[in-house]
Structures are given as structure tokens and as C-alpha cells.
């Protein structure tokens, strides 16, 4: 049986948490997915929400760790977040995409009939939908809705459709797994740096 992650796990840096969160299981408003793709943000890093500081809009980054940052983006899409680190330390880990594990019909009501199973929750905006979140979720604490998975590989590269600090290895995703979304380069971002 899995074992549902304490807010100490979330009060670490999120680059560390990030690689830890796959496989887990999060579970809300009668949904359960596997996660199988995240990014880490933090309030030094340029393409963070955290970065200019505390705002109206970001002040949930900034702790307590495990709580839910929920964000509206492009005009019609919510994406969501697990908040890590100290108190203060604005950072969180985007949830990117993952497998729905229970709740199936839950998800594809609010998805449309017509998704594919794969796509349910394969994407940061299709994930959120499928659980249900919208703006009323931000600030909702987590702690006890996410549960330790299976031990799972992980690998790590650039952040997906971001135009600062693009090659930024901070994209963690489980290898091969058919529920990972592609990655995709903004095409505003700088050409990446040749080692």
C-alpha cells in the first residue's frame, strides 16, 4: 500500500523534489493520476512566477511547502503546481503530465468522450482538467493527497515551452512511459548553448 508523502517531503529544495514526485500518486475530487512528468521552479530562476517576488498572484509559492499553486495561462487553460522548500522560498514543482489511475470516467467527463486514454492527463493544462482544479483549488493543501508510487527511472532536460532559462535541466520525466508529453522548445527561446 502506498504511503501518502508528509509536508517535510515538500519542504526541500524542488529540484529535489521534482525527480521524487514520479511515480506518485496524486488524488483529488475523485481522480487519481501517476505522475510521470514534472518541472521544478524556484524564486532564482528567471522563467519562474516566483521570480519578481511575492504578488497577488504568487503569494501561495512562497509557502507553506505542499499546498497547490494554480495558475490560468493562456487565456483559457489551468496548470498546476505542488509548492516545495522553506517558508519563503518561492518555489514549486509544475505538474506536467501523468497516467489517470482511478477516476477514468470522472476524468473523461470533464475532458470530453471523444479523448484518447492517453491524453487524459498528458500535458500540464489537460492535467489539471482532468482533476478537476481551477482557480478555487489555489492554496489547497496537498499533504495527504499524494502518496509514494513505485520507484521509477527518471531523466532530466530543458523545460518545456519557456523562453528564459530555457536549457535548464529541470524537466524530469519517466523514461519511455507512453503518458510523458513531447517536448517542445518555445520558438522564442535563444538557440541552445553548444557544451
Known amino acids: 500500500m502506498s504511503r501518502a508523502l508528509d509536508r517535510g517531503f515538500f519542504a526541500r529544495d524542488s529540484v529535489v523534489v521534482a525527480p521524487e ?3 506518485c500518486i496524486v488524488t483529488a475530487n475523485g481522480v487519481s493520476v501517476r505522475l510521470t512528468e514534472v518541472e521544478a521552479y524556484r524564486e532564482d530562476d528567471p522563467a519562474s512566477h516566483s521570480f519578481r517576488g511575492p504578488t497577488a498572484r504568487t503569494k501561495v509559492m512562497f509557502g507553506p511547502a505542499g499546498f ?5 495561462t493562456y487565456g483559457m487553460h489551468f496548470c498546476a503546481n505542488l509548492v516545495c522548500g522553506a517558508d519563503g522560498a518561492g518555489a514549486a514543482v509544475l505538474l506536467r503530465a501523468g497516467e489517470v489511475v482511478d477516476g477514468a470516467p470522472v476524468a473523461q467527463g470533464r ?9 487524459l492527463a498528458r500535458g500540464p493544462a489537460r492535467l489539471a482538467q482532468a482533476m478537476g482544479w481551477g482557480r478555487d483549488d489555489d492554496g489547497r493543501d496537498m499533504v495527504g493527497a499524494v502518496s509514494r508510487g513505485e520507484p521509477v527511472a527518471s ?6 515551452g519557456i523562453t528564459k532559462a530555457a536549457d535548464t535541466a529541470w524537466r524530469f520525466w519517466i523514461p519511455g512511459d507512453r503518458y510523458v508529453s513531447p517536448y517542445k522548445r518555445h520558438p522564442k527561446a535563444p538557440a541552445a548553448e553548444e557544451d
Do not use: C, K, M, Q
Not at 497547490?68 to 490560468?72: D, E, G, Q, R, T
Not at 475532458?111 to 491524453?119: F, K, M, S, T, W
Open 111 to 119: 475532458r470530453g468522450e471523444n479523448v484518447a486514454e492517453r491524453d
Open 68 to 72: 497547490l499553486y494554480v495558475y490560468f
Open 155 to 160: 531523466l532530466a532536460g530543458p523545460r518545456t
Open 21 to 23: 514526485l514520479l511515480g
